[in-house]
């Protein structure tokens, strides 16, 4: 080999060298770039306690599926809710809706919790339902002295649902095996890789039955026995013009027709503190495929 021909290959193994360390380098600043904001984003408080010293109506938005980590939680919805009854200020609070409902156990709590805050209030609080205020969506606006909604809103499945899916055949014809050690005979009830006994699914339906039997107790409560009819409890959803036939709303109505006819036209002020952005990236997968197949659930 000539001088020439390997002075040729080590100039390109330098060159190769500098553009991977040139590469190393661009990708650590931008790893740290995208750290920076990150933390920034996690810091940033939307929050501006001015905002709130004058007379005004508190919107608290419930938009997204309802779950510990999601972006409606018992934590951060009772925040805000407290924050608004605990204003002097804040003269009324509608619940601005948009779900398709999520955990039964956060749905529970945050309908709950405000039943207790309106018991030490003269404060109406109103519920108002615009695309979707389903299952536990709507267990949530049921809480509120009156609900409404759009013509078009999807409106009630007030049911429960316990999923489970079966690979056991798709294994079988892949030749693969499942080996799971556990204690307790029934540990393995939901296992994906074997066939549900018929006792597991008696269990599972009355455990989906006493959920849902508590469920429509609390509705009935809280509307006061305005449901005309006990298909409202079947599971199915309805367009809002429907729902206010069968009693599960008040009026046909949007945000800003019912601070006009009841508030006066008030100050809004939405107390909505700002989600992650990794919150935004789930909730608007999940939203848009609920939306798509409406596939709700509670």
């Given amino acids: 080999m000539s001088d020439d021909s390997l002075a040729k290959i080590v100039d390109s193994l330098v060159e190769e060298r500098k553009s991977e360390r040139k590469f190393k380098l661009l ?30 109506t508190a919107v608290i ?10 972006t409606i939680n018992t934590e951060t919805t009772l925040e805000l809710i407290r924050k ?8 009324n609070i509608i619940l601005k809706i948009n779900s398709p409902g999520g955990s039964a156990t956060q749905s529970k709590i945050i309908y709950d919790e405000i039943l207790m805050f309106k018991k030490n209030t003269n404060k109406q609080i109103f519920s108002v339902i615009e695309d979707v205020g389903a299952s536990g969506g709507y ?6 002295d009156k609900i409404f909604a759009s013509n078009s809103s999807i409106v009630g499945s007030i049911g429960v649902r316990i999923d489970s899916l079966n690979f056991k ?35 599972l339906t009355k455990l989906a039955n006493s959920i849902h039997n508590e469920f429509i107790s609390d509705i009935k409560i809280s509307r006061d026995n305005l449901i005309k009819d006990d298909i409202a409890f079947s599971g199915l959803f309805w367009t809002g013009n429907e729902a206010l036939g069968i009693g599960l709303i008040d009026e046909i109505s949007s945000l800003y027709d019912v601070n006009r ?24 997968i999940v939203m848009n495929y609920m939306r798509n197949n409406i596939g709700l659930y509670y």
């Fill in 27 to 56: 990708s650590r600043v931008f790893f740290v770039i995208l750290l920076l904001i990150i933390f920034y984003l996690s810091l940033s408080n939307p929050m501006d306690d001015n905002i709130y010293q004058s007379e005004h």
């Fill in 61 to 70: 938005k419930l938009d997204g599926v309802i779950a510990s980590n999601g």
């Fill in 84 to 91: 608004a009854f605990n204003n002097d200020l804040c003269k």
């Fill in 139 to 144: 267990y949530i606006a049921a809480s509120a």
């Fill in 169 to 203: 055949s798709l294994f079988n014809k892949l030749g693969i095996k499942s080996q799971t050690i556990s204690s307790g005979k029934d540990k393995l009830i939901l296992d994906p890789f074997q066939d549900m006994t018929e006792e597991h699914k008696t269990h």
């Fill in 261 to 284: 006819d009841y508030f006066n036209n008030s100050k809004l002020i939405t107390y909505n503190k700002k989600p992650s952005i990794f919150d935004n990236i789930i909730n608007s």
